[in-house]
């Protein structure tokens, strides 16, 4: 089994900044895919930044340019900053890494627990 632990959230005025990690435990023999997604009370959950095993990224229109999502292999961690936050990035934000733990070579995904990013004044 994989764990993925999410941490860094919490409450931050308009304009700040958080780093969010995710980091994972479990038997790992690649990793294919790590990403962040967010869910807002009555919304659905969307994907806010994709990064892949060679480091290719993605990002929602939303975010470009705000935020950031890196990587340490060595740490199996990613991680996410978020700059020039606004009241619209407020979502629990969970991190989703796809990976392989069997000698099938089968790709599952994993989901973290989430955690609570509030920007309010």
């Known amino acids: 089994q994989v764990q993925l632990v999410e941490s860094g959230g919490g409450l931050v005025q308009p304009g700040g900044s958080l780093r969010l990690s995710c980091a994972a435990s479990?038997?790992?023999?690649?990793?294919?895919?790590m990403g962040w997604y967010r869910q807002a009370p009555g919304k659905p959950r969307e994907l806010v930044a994709g990064?892949?095993?060679?480091?290719?990224?993605n990002y929602a229109d939303s975010v470009k340019g705000r935020f950031t999502i890196s990587r340490d292999n060595a740490k199996n961690t990613v991680y996410l900053q978020m700059n020039s936050l606004k009241p619209e990035d407020t979502a629990v934000y969970y991190c989703?890494?796809?990976?392989?733990?069997?000698?099938?070579?089968?790709?599952?995904?994993?989901w973290g627990q989430g955690t609570q990013v509030t920007v309010s004044s």
């Open positions: 479990g038997r790992i023999l690649s990793i294919n895919t």
């Open positions: 989703k890494w796809t990976v392989v733990t069997g000698w099938d070579f089968m790709n599952s995904p994993y």
């Open positions: 990064i892949t095993s060679g480091g290719s990224t």
